[in-house]
T-cell receptor, first 118, second 113 residues
């Protein structure tokens, strides 16, 4: 089994629908992330979580919400999907480590969830 | 976090070494250099990271210049499966506790038979 599992892998939906992308991890890491990738724009951070009670906005959080149900689960929701949210979404966990120290920014990514909003 | 500059694309013959450069002239003393790669539409994969010393693991070697303003990722014997987008990222330091990584455009490496 993969260390970081994302579901669904592919989803097509219509404008205005509520969508949830789920992420679960078996690495026991506290820190989890949601990134979005668009062609030609690289990866952009949507939300990140340091633990169950700590949720932080990334650079493009508008239109998204998250829920950290447990250490192992971090869900991304689109309350009312719009076409420009069509993208490839990645969940990731971060290897524990001292801030700025070795391994502090080693991320393990899931396989991605491709979302198409019509 | 410091900004990085990479060539948009590179070719490499299969079996030869692939040398991917990265400029990070504004890197600060406590920032690390990280390399990730992304094979078409898959999740990015961590390769290697370093501070100032050269590093080697089972995937690659990382050479960082003495002034730390640039680095080179070396894949010693490139295979077709190494065809991917390679991202050089500078991050870290006590002011950066988020683990947030800024992915730029990266270098698309095409390994050719």
């Amino acid at each position: 089994d993969a260390d970081v599992t994302q579901t669904p892998r592919n989803r097509i939906t219509k404008t205005g629908k509520r969508i949830m992308l789920e992420c679960s991890q078996t690495k026991g890491h506290d820190r989890m992330y949601w990134y979005r990738q668009d062609p030609g724009l690289g990866l952009r951070l949507i939300y990140y979580s340091f633990d169950v009670k700590d949720i932080n906005k990334g650079e493009i959080s508008d239109g998204y919400s998250v829920s950290r149900q447990a250490q192992a689960k971090f869900s991304l929701s689109l309350e009312s999907a719009i076409p420009n949210q069509t993208a490839l979404y990645f969940c990731a966990t971060r290897t524990p480590g001292l801030a700025g120290g070795p391994g502090a920014n080693v991320l393990t990514f899931g396989a991605g969830s491709r979302l198409t909003v019509l | 976090d410091a900004k990085t500059t990479q060539p948009p694309s590179m070719d490499c013959a299969e079996g030869r070494a692939a040398n991917l450069p990265c400029n990070h002239s504004t890197i600060s003393g406590n920032e690390y250099v990280y390399w990730y790669r992304q094979i078409h539409s898959q999740g990015p994969q961590y390769i290697i990271h370093g501070l100032k010393n050269n590093e080697t693991n089972e995937m690659a070697s990382l050479i960082i210049t003495e002034d730390r303003k640039s680095s080179t990722l070396i894949l010693p014997h490139a295979t077709l499966r190494d065809t991917a987008v390679y991202y050089c990222i500078v991050s870290g330091g006590l002011s950066s506790n988020t683990g947030k990584l800024i992915f730029g455009q990266g270098t698309t490496l095409q390994v050719k038979p």
